[in-house]
C-alpha cells in the first residue's frame, strides 16, 4: 500500500516499524547498540550518524505523517529548530521570522545569530505585507510558526510559500502546535517541517524530542550538519517515541473535541473576557485556520475580567494544573505575562496582546465535565474574594 492511500491512524500505529524476524514480536525490536559491523554493510551505522534502525524507522514514521520524503529524529526541539535554520543559512544570509515566535527560539535568534554573522527580521504581523516588506536581496530563510503562542494566531501557508518560492526561498514551519494530525503544511508547499516531539508527539509529558521532515534533498543538508553537531536521541527514546506516536491521532483528536468544548464554555462565561481558539467563529483568523486544518488543536487561550486576580484562579485549580510545557494527556495551565513573556515590560507584553489575566490552556483527555467542573469551582473561589475585597 502507498503511505498516501492510508489513514493517520494507520500511519501512526504502522509505518516505520521494524519486523521482528527473529521472535516475530508485535512491535519493533529496540536495538540498543551503539557498534556496527562496517564491512560487508549497506550503511555504516551509528547514533550520531541518526541512522540507527531504530532511528531511521522513525524517521520515516515522521515523514508520513508530515507527507514528506524523509524525516529526522533529534535529542529536543530546539535541536530540530536550530540544525534547520544553520543548515540553510550562512554568514551574510538574512532570515525572516514572526515576532511572536517560541521563545526558545527567539533566543536562538537573538542570542546567536550575531556570533555566525546570520542577519534577521522579525515581522510586524502575519499578512503577505508585513513579509514582504522585511524580505532582502540576501534572504535565504522564511520562517513561520502556526498557530502562534500565546494568542493562537494563524499565518496563512499558501500565501507564505508563494511569496517564498517566487523569490527562491527556504521556507521553514514549526508545526509543534498543530501537529500532522491537524495540519500537514507540505500540502501547502511549506519546504522544512519542524516539531518538538516533546509536546504532542510524545504527548505524556516524559520525552524531550525534535523531529524535521522534508524532501530527501534538504534532509540530506541538514543531515549533513547535524552529524558534526551531534545532537542525535538515544535509542530508548526514539523507541519510546514511537510507542507514543502510535497513539498520537487518537490523543490530538480527543484533545481537539476538548478544546472546541471547552472554548465555547468558557467563550460564554461572565468572568472571562475573551478566549482566543482558532476553532470560534469570533477568532479573527477563523477563516485561514479553517481552510487549513483538519482540528483546531487542544490549546487555547483566555483572558479573565481585568478586576480579578488570575494567580488565584490558577491555584484555585485541582485537577488541572500549572505547568511550562504542554500537549500531555494531561490539562495544563499557565501565566504568559509570569513565565514566556515575563522578561517583557508591560508595555512590551500589551502590544503583543498578552494581558496579565491571560492564561494558556493546553487541554488533556480528561472528561469535559470534569475540567468544566474544576474551572467552576476555580471561578468561585475568585468571585467569593473579589467581593469580599470590596467588603460584600
Ligand atoms: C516546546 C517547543 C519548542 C522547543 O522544543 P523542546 O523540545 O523544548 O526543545 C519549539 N517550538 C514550540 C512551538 C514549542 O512548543
Known sequence: MKIKEIGI?????????????????AISPLYMSTSYAYEDVEIKRYPRYFNTPNQEALGKKIAALEKCEAGLIFGSGMAAVSHSMLAFLHKGDHVVLPNTLYGGTYNFVVEEFD??????????????????????????????????????????????ARIAKERGII???DNTFASPVNQNPADYGMDIIIHSATKYMGGHSDICAGAVAASEKHIMQIWNLAKNIGGSLSDYTVWLLERSIKTMA????????????????????????RVYYPGLKSHPDH??????????????????????????????LKLIK??????????????????????????E????????????FSVGIEEKEDLIADFEQAFEAIETREYSAEGF
Open 250 to 273: 487518537l490523543r490530538v483528536k480527543a484533545q481537539n473535541k476538548n478544546a472546541m468544548k471547552l472554548a465555547k464554555w468558557l467563550d460564554k462565561h461572565a468572568l472571562v473576557e
Open 287 to 316: 477563516k485561514i485556520a479553517k481552510k487549513q486544518m483538519r482540528g483546531y488543536s487542544g490549546m487555547l487561550s483566555f483572558e479573565l475580567q481585568p478586576s480579578l486576580d488570575a494567580e488565584v484562579f490558577m491555584k484555585s
Open 115 to 160: 556570533k555566525f554573522g546570520i542577519e534577521y527580521s522579525f515581522a510586524e504581523g502575519f499578512t503577505e505585507a508585513d513579509f514582504t516588506s522585511v524580505i532582502k536581496k540576501n534572504t535565504k530563510v522564511l520562517y513561520v510558526e502556526t498557530p502562534s503562542n500565546p494568542l493562537m494566531l494563524i499565518t496563512d501557508l499558501e500565501m507564505v
Open 9 to 25: 491512524n494507520t500511519i501512526c500505529t504502522h509505518v516505520g516499524e521494524i519486523d521482528d524476524e527473529q521472535f516475530k514480536g
Open 322 to 347: 500549572q505547568s511550562m510545557s504542554l500537549a500531555g494527556v494531561e490539562s495544563t495551565i499557565l501565566s504568559p505575562a509570569k513565565t514566556s513573556h515575563a522578561l517583557l515590560s508591560l508595555e
Open 349 to 360: 507584553r500589551k502590544r503583543q496582546g498578552i494581558a496579565e489575566g491571560l492564561l494558556r
Open 171 to 173: 521556507t521553514m514551519i
